[in-house]
């Protein structure tokens, strides 16, 4: 019996019916919890300060996935780590959520984002948390951390004149900020770096197009490193997803590891 010849043409359209089936499985399935190390270094010469930022986590009871995040973190061994928020969408998973938390070996310095607030959790536990392993929950506060060498500093976007703290210029300046597009809100402030989340990247990214759909409070500020007046900005695209949207396309979740 005479097997029926693959032709080229016949071989194209089988790929192309095959396209939208695998493009949906890697967006559905795969990236979502494919997890990235990013890699952002500021300056010139020896870094003399690494810590890492995480954001987003939207922690709805995942714990091997979340496990793997508190360890890829933890290998990295920063000297601190930045959190800038959306802890979780609904109070029952917030102990869960501060258990794994309080697994990373490095202090943790976070700000609240939308979703801590639309959830009605309680901070006094996050509080707790934070500052049991050297960290902070800073809500429109500033510590001096790294042996007093960075001036970090902490905002809820709640108020426009929530960044009107103190700055020393003979420490490196670092703000914590939920919403990206807070930074046209500094006015003539200046910073050595800016870090937010909140945008996602997007989550579902179209080649050479960008995002198909970003939340309020990011504006153009979507995804990576942005030069702004008030200093660089990078903005992260985070851990996990809200409900209804567990899907990632061309945007994988992330940590960075900075280096400043």
Known sequence: MKTPRLTRRKFLAAALLATPG????DSK?????????????LGKGKPAHRFVHFTDLHHKGDRPYLAAVVARINALRPDFVCFTGDIVEEERFLAEALEFLASIEAPVFGVPGN???WSKVSFKPIHQCLEAGGGAWLLDEQRAIAGGNINLIGITCSHANQARLPLDSSRKNILLMHYPAW????DDQKFDLMLAGHSHGGQVRIPFY???????????YDLGLFHTPAGPLHVNPGIGYIYGCNFRFNCRPEITLVEI
């Not at 695998?22 to 499985?25: D, K, S, W």
């Not at 399935?29 to 270094?41: A, C, D, F, I, Q």
């Open 29 to 41: 399935w795969v990236e979502p919890t494919w997890l990235k190390t990013g890699h952002l270094r």
């Open 210 to 220: 960008g995002p198909v759909f970003l939340p309020f409070g990011v504006d153009q």
């Open 183 to 186: 930074v046209k809100k500094l």
């Open 115 to 117: 979703h801590d607030y």
């Open 22 to 25: 695998i493009l949906f499985a």
